[in-house]
């Protein structure tokens, strides 16, 4: 390593200090840990990166750490993203800030993912968010993520008239209260809320409404984040990319891992792992990603399909659709399969419904997928 690389130690933190700083995924930061990656499997040691190229201006002169103040330590990193230094497996994290870990948790959850885009995005500095800053977004995420938008009050009003139509806060509100309640209450059918359904909210860098699926409206749409990779990356050889999709990704306290890509897109599922005030990672409750696998897809049971079929069945899990009627389970009526002498069988996915069945869903399903 030369000596102007060494030198980039000093704008991170040893590892026993109180910080993390911030990774944001865009196509650079990708592309550059990914070809470290590669380049690393030729050596014996763990993957580093030399450097990334900061938007921030080389020229400014450093400012001087204080060992008490996160804050002044948070000023002498780069506004966009860091140079790092030190091995890979280190900087998984995408944002964790651990002074301001417990205020973070009383926030709700599209307020701490806000945080997230808004300073990835340069929008919101490094030092911002002081324990004074967090206290004034507590409530819920349509009433505190107004507070976070524009310098000025005519700012935040515009803001708030020109994306009021589509706003994924007040449905992020509303599906969080709901699945507080009930956790199946996002699938429809909900006696409550008799036209809804969940799982509307895209977590995929700018918050917005989105379609459902089925997985979204199972466990709420906070526990999916859609990540883009840029297309020369994701088809091509190699295994930096797997390497890479195979850790952790945290999100302030809350770990992701990666469950399943489709075309360049990778989706990243909200694991019983949480990464607690002192940075260490510990269970929570909740699925692993082998639970939530066997939960939609159980290898054991499928152990005699193609793995092709088996991997592709994810696919339904993520597509987009609305849920159908729910049926009563003593209305259910099972019919034994027609097998064919060479013993396959001749109905597969058959079944007769009723004439009601069919007028319900052509009247509020026609031309979407049910599931």
Same mark, same amino acid.
């Given at each position: 390593m030369?000596?102007?690389? =060494?030198?980039n ?15 944001p ?6 592309t ?11 050596t ?6 030399? =450097?990334?190229?900061s938007? =921030? ?6 400012r ?17 993203y860091?140079?790092?230094?030190k ?23 599209g ?8 300073i990835?995005t340069?929008?919101l500095?490094l ?21 976070q938008?524009?310098?000025s ?8 008239q ?31 809320f ?20 089925c997985?979204t ?25 797997s ?19 489709k ?6 599922f ?20 082998? =639970?939530f ?13 193609p793995?092709?079929?088996w ?12 849920p ?23 109905t ?9 069945l069919?007028?319900?869903i052509q ?9």
């Amino acid at each position: 390593m030369s000596s102007s690389e =060494s030198n980039n130690d000093d704008l991170l933190p040893s590892p026993d200090q109180d910080l993390w700083a911030v990774y944001p995924m865009s196509d650079d930061v990708i592309t550059n840990i990914l070809d470290q990656i590669e380049g690393s499997h030729n050596t014996t040691t763990s993957p580093t990166i030399s =450097s990334i190229s900061s938007l =921030s201006d080389p020229s400014s002169p450093k400012r001087s750490r204080d060992s008490d103040s996160y804050t002044s330590a948070l000023e002498e990193l780069p506004s966009k993203y860091p140079r790092l230094t030190k091995p890979l497996q280190h900087y998984y994290p995408i944002v964790h800030h651990l002074p301001i870990h417990e205020l973070l948790a009383d926030l709700a959850y599209g307020v701490q993912y806000t945080l997230v885009h808004l300073i990835t995005t340069s929008q919101l500095s490094l030092d911002e968010p002081t324990p004074d800053f967090l206290s004034t977004l507590q409530g819920p995420n349509a009433e505190a993520i107004k507070t976070q938008v524009g310098p000025s009050t005519l700012q935040q009003q515009m803001f708030v008239q020109k994306e009021e139509v589509n706003t994924p806060w007040a449905e992020l509100d509303k599906e969080e209260a709901v699945l507080q309640k009930d956790l199946y209450g996002g699938l429809g059918s909900n006696p409550d809320f008799p036209e809804w359904y969940g799982g509307r909210i895209a977590f995929k860098g700018k918050c917005a409404l989105g379609s459902s699926c089925c997985f979204t409206r199972r466990f709420g749409s906070k526990s999916f984040i859609r990540l883009k990779v840029p297309p020369d990356i994701f088809y091509s050889t190699g295994q930096s990319l797997s390497s890479f999709l195979t850790q952790p990704f945290t999100l302030w306290s809350h770990v992701f891992r990666a469950c399943y890509a489709k075309e360049d897109n990778v989706f990243l599922f909200k694991v019983n792992e949480t990464l607690d005030a002192v940075g260490e990672l510990k269970l929570i409750q909740g699925l692993n990603l082998d =639970s939530f696998v066997n939960w939609f897809n159980p290898l054991y049971e499928n152990r005699k399909q193609p793995m092709s079929k088996w991997s592709s069945c994810f696919a339904l899990g993520f597509s987009n659709s609305i849920p159908g009627p729910q049926l009563s389970p003593d209305l259910i009526m099972k019919e034994d399969d027609v097998v064919s002498i060479e013993g396959s069988d001749m109905t597969d996915g058959c079944g007769f419904c009723s004439f009601r069945l069919l007028s319900h869903i052509q009247e509020y399903t026609l031309s979407d997928s049910i599931q």
